[in-house]
């Protein structure tokens, strides 16, 4: 259903979450002596760096850290029906094909989301109008969803340029690692959500913090929004988990956004770190409206390929994070050849819109070299829609974003994290996608 949108002002809310002393914390990684050693010779394609290699091996002997011992497998096609029937038209892709790869995907992996009816309104907390040298409105927000007489909130952080000459494109922020306020950044600035960046190079922004929609933890959820729709019943194995929730959440986010007379929400981007980067895959698989989503250091379960079995498995990620996935991706650890799909689909359901991936050198837990071939593997379907995406097999090098039509990669030195230099390569491609 349509959402209904109805703002109204109360009195502000205090968040104070996130120390200085925290965010310096965040930010010291990039100092650290190891995050700038790499096997690497300039301009030559990525390789993971065989001291990395060998400690993480030795860290976690039963995960697999070194090429010589992935598993030999074959993708899923995504340009072929169930029954085996080829796919040979965007037609064909449009109206089957694609409905038949987003029902696997919420029945095998991420969960069916509630069909209830519910309404959502929002209100504004707190106000200021003067951020960054008069460039921006910031807001402290709070989403209110109501079934039946009853009510869920959750709130997020949104900042909107205040001279614009044209509409504003709009960034929306899975945050999962705290939660942000209006005084937070305008006093200490976020460490991995760079506000007065996006201001200042002319876009709208918002962030939202996942636990504050669906609780991370595996027993938080009748306090999440999951329990509110079910009415407090428990889930069936294929409803939906705490990644589809909080991709549901960033849809609501853009849902106000979207209402702002300043914002162009034709031109509206999803983007996510570590598990929030599994969640914008989804959240844009689910919602067409984001015409580009930001992936960064996503790994298993978001842009890594599940049948290389490269650092974090399904069997771990389902075992360690239950209330991730649905129940049914259980079954699959230990058997990943016997998915029904795999995440280069996951790229191919959010094709034609454009699609950025991250990684990281050293966070072979994340596993570059899988992120890097699903986006590959995608590219027979933006093929088959009429765009370019990147086909090169080679890994781009270190440091040197990949640019190709609908898609672009980078792989950065340093540790698993969401740095300035990551967000510089995603704009510099947004760049290209919204002349």
């Known amino acids: 259903m349509k959402p209904f949108i109805q703002p109204c002002l109360v009195q502000p809310i205090a968040f104070t979450r996130h120390s200085l002393f925290a965010r310096l914390i965040a930010f010291a990684w ?6 700038f050693l790499s096997a690497q010779q300039p301009g030559t394609p990525w390789q993971a760096n065989p001291e990395q290699v060998a400690k993480d091996s030795k860290r976690n002997p039963q ?19 169930t029954d085996g029937s080829p796919v040979t038209s965007a037609q064909q892709w449009n109206k089957g094909r694609r409905d038949e790869l987003l029902e696997l995907f919420r029945s095998e992996v991420y969960g ?20 960054f040298a008069g460039l921006a409105t910031g807001r402290d927000m709070q989403a209110i969803i109501t079934i039946d007489g009853r009510s869920f909130k959750f709130p997020f952080t949104a900042f909107i340029p205040n001279s614009a000459k044209r509409k504003a494109p709009v960034v929306v922020l899975i ?7 209006v005084q937070t950044v305008a006093d200490q600035g976020d460490p991995i959500w760079p506000v007065q960046k996006l201001i200042e190079q002319g876009y709208a922004t918002a962030a939202f913090h996942t636990s504050d929609v669906d609780p991370d933890r595996k027993d938080g959820y009748a306090n999440g929004i999951r329990s509110f ?26 849902d106000y956004m979207a209402s702002q007379p300043e914002v162009d929400s034709s031109r509206a981007a999803i983007a996510g770190h570590s598990r929030a980067g599994k969640t914008a895959l989804w959240a844009a698989a689910e919602d067409p409206r984001f015409s580009i989503v930001y992936s960064n250091d996503s790994g298993c379960g978001g842009a890594a390929l599940s049948r290389r079995r490269f650092g974090e498995t399904v069997s771990r990620i389902t075992t360690a994070f239950p209330h991730w996935f649905s129940k049914n991706f259980d079954a699959y650890g230990e058997q990943e050849g016997k998915l029904p799909v795999d995440q280069h689909e996951l790229f191919a359901l959010i094709a034609p819109r454009a699609v950025y991936v991250a990684s990281a050198d050293l966070d072979l837990w994340a596993d570059p070299k899988g992120e890097y071939a699903a986006v590959v593997a995608a590219a027979p379907v933006y093929q088959l829609l ?13 440091e040197t974003p990949r640019y190709v039509g609908k898609t672009g990669y980078h792989v950065r030195r340093g540790a698993h994290a969401l740095s300035p230099l990551d967000w510089q390569f995603f704009l510099d491609f947004a760049a290209t996608q919204w002349r």
């Open 386 to 398: 009429g765009k370019t995406s990147i086909t090169e097999s080679q890994m781009p090098a270190l």
């Open 63 to 81: 995960f697999i850290y070194d090429e010589a011992n992935v598993p030999s497998f074959v993708l899923p096609d995504p340009l072929k029906m």
């Open 112 to 131: 069916h989301r509630p069909e209830t009816e519910y309404g959502v309104r929002f209100e504004i907390l707190s106000e200021r109008d003067d951020l």
């Open 30 to 35: 990039m100092f650290t002596p190891l995050n």
């Open 229 to 254: 729709f079910a009415n407090g019943q428990p889930p069936q194995d294929d409803a939906w988990r705490s990644l589809s929730a909080w991709g549901w959440g960033g849809s609501r986010v853009l």
């Open 175 to 181: 945050n999962n690692r705290h939660a942000s306020s």
